[in-house]
């Protein structure tokens, strides 16, 4: 069993930035690939960005490429996403989320475990 606690959201002014945390716990952390999906009001929640166990590789959607950077403790069992030039279309609620396989994955469908949300409110 995993739990994630997202925190680091918050209100941000557009081209500011914002770092994201996710505390996890549970044995499956460092074997697992992490992820940050975000949903906006209205709409569905999407992939965001992931990360393998060793942090050898990532993923990211097109939209956040060369902004965003996710990146992993797993001493500390904790994952981040620290974004960078955001925009209004940032402004979501991010959600941190885990795999029992290490394998990032797009598609929602394929994580098994996921945070509460943090909100991030980018005003421009």
């Known amino acids: 069993q995993v739990q994630l606690v997202e925190s680091g959201g918050g209100l941000a002014q557009a081209g500011g930035s914002l770092r994201l945390s996710c505390a996890a716990s549970g044995r499956a952390f460092s074997t697992a690939a992490m992820g940050w999906f975000r949903q906006a009001p209205g709409k569905e929640r999407e992939f965001v960005s992931g990360i393998t166990w060793s942090g050898g590789s990532t993923d990211y959607t097109v939209s956040v490429k060369g902004r965003f950077t996710i990146s992993r403790d797993n001493s500390k069992k904790t994952v981040y996403l620290q974004m960078n030039s955001l925009k209004s279309e940032d402004t979501a609620v991010y959600y941190c989320?885990?795999?029992?396989?290490?394998?990032?994955?797009?598609?929602?469908?394929?994580?098994?475990?996921w945070g509460q949300g943090t909100q991030v409110t980018v005003s421009s």
């Open positions: 989320a885990a795999s029992t396989v290490n394998a990032i994955q797009r598609s929602n469908t394929g994580w098994n475990y």
